[in-house]
């Protein structure tokens, strides 16, 4: 069975280190679907976003890896989509908790923020890590729009 890709997408300003992330994934064996962009022209980072959440959401690709300028416009939009847990990572840490502890199914980063190596040590241990269920299920579980007033 294949594994599904990796949905990929950012503005103008994430589009250096998006560039440098896709590569990576790419020589890492890694399926990709990039929705852009592949310039450096100005474009509204919702769009980019949405494409990649609702990719995710409905199943099409495994994870979204986004990137802004900060990471944090990127990762509101995603999470406007019900089925989406995207996390802004600033390094290894965050992605190992972020997956283990919240099921995260979006990375977001800020081109701005954060050099190419750090970003890349932790979208691989994203990658890497499993979700640990458990108490951390319940918790999710709070999380749905089923479970809220």
């Known amino acids: 069975m294949t594994a599904l890709p990796i949905a990929i997408g950012g503005d103008h300003a994430g589009l250096p280190l998006k560039s440098v992330l896709q590569q990576a994934l790419a020589e890492a064996g890694h399926g990709l679907i990039d929705f852009g962009t592949h310039s450096t022209e100005s474009v509204d980072y919702p769009d980019f976003a949405h494409a990649v959440a609702a990719e995710v959401e409905a199943g099409r ?10 990471g944090i416009g990127v990762q509101i939009a995603a999470n406007r989509h019900p089925g989406i847990r995207a996390a ?10 972020t997956r283990a ?6 990375a977001c980063f800020g081109a701005r923020l954060i050099g190419p190596e750090v970003a890349l040590d932790a979208l691989r241990v994203f990658l890497a890590t499993e979700f640990e269920g458990g108490r951390h299920a319940r918790r999710l579980d709070k999380l749905s729009p089923s479970h809220q007033g």
């Open 88 to 97: 802004v990572l600033h390094g290894a840490t965050e992605a190992r908790l």
């Open 101 to 106: 502890h919240n099921d995260a199914n979006v």
């Open 61 to 70: 690709a495994r994870f979204g890896v986004l990137v802004c300028g900060t």
